[in-house]
């Protein structure tokens, strides 16, 4: 089976811009979760989708959005974007009690 | 508020030598897995282990959760500079699957 894919893998944005990540899970996983990697804060949840509903959140800003397509795809939205946004983003997708991570989106913010 | 403490958060080691990393917390989590990361990637499952006082293998690592799931450790022995990486471990609540908390990451270097 594919793994988990995400993009664009780099993506450089300005202040006050917003912006879109993609993400595919692994065939059959119907669960696709979103986190923020930075050097300071380690890795946090930001959401995950099941079936295109949102089942859990993170402690985040409403600028921080997603979505989740019938096909499982997933989309995440950052309006506004800060300088503190520039992150590592992660997408997951589980079966069960794992979950299998993407190579992720390097978003810098200038 | 850190519900995963993980220790150390640096390891710098020779080849050969064996380690243990700590993943502690007060809470008591239904599943915990260990994953590692290289720079710039994402990061890949090792294991996941579910039963309290569950120990698993895979070639020079051993993983074990506690008996009352509250915390796990990661045991690597006779290093290899191949094992060079972050190793981060990760917790999931209730029937949370899809959320997990992380721990800070121990990053691992092993010279050779």
């Known amino acids: 089976k594919a793994g988990v894919t995400q993009t664009p893998r780099y993506l450089i944005k300005t202040r006050g811009q917003q912006v879109t990540l993609s993400c595919s899970p692994i065939?059959?996983?119907?669960?696709v979760s979103w986190y923020q990697q930075t050097p300071g804060q380690g890795l946090q949840f930001l959401f995950e989708?099941?079936?295109?509903?949102?089942?859990n959140k993170g402690n985040f800003p409403g600028r921080f959005s997603g979505r989740q397509f019938s096909n499982s795809r997933s989309e995440m939205n950052v309006s506004t974007l800060e300088l503190g946004d520039s992150a590592l983003y992660l997408c997951?997708?589980?079966?069960?009690?794992?979950?299998?991570f993407g190579p992720g989106t390097r978003l810098t913010v200038l | 508020t850190q519900l995963l403490e993980q220790s150390p958060q640096f390891l710098s080691i020779q080849e050969g030598e064996n380690l243990t990393v700590y993943c502690n917390s007060s809470?008591?989590?239904?599943?915990l897995q260990w994953y590692r990361q290289e720079p710039g990637e994402g990061p890949v499952l090792l294991v996941t282990?579910?039963?309290?006082?569950e120990v698993k293998k895979l070639k020079r690592l051993t993983f074990q959760f506690g008996d009352a799931r509250k915390d796990s450790s990661l045991h690597i022995t006779a290093a290899q500079p191949g094992d060079t990486g972050l190793y981060l471990c990760?917790?999931?609540?209730?029937?949370?699957?899809?959320?997990?908390?992380f721990g800070q990451g121990t990053e691992l270097s092993v010279k050779p």
């Open positions: 997951a997708s589980s079966h069960g009690h794992t979950q299998y």
């Open positions: 065939s059959g996983h119907r669960s």
């Open positions: 989708y099941f079936s295109e509903t949102q089942r």
């Open positions: 809470s008591v989590f239904s599943s």
């Open positions: 282990v579910v039963t309290g006082g």
């Open positions: 990760a917790g999931a609540k209730g029937n949370q699957g899809g959320k997990l908390i």
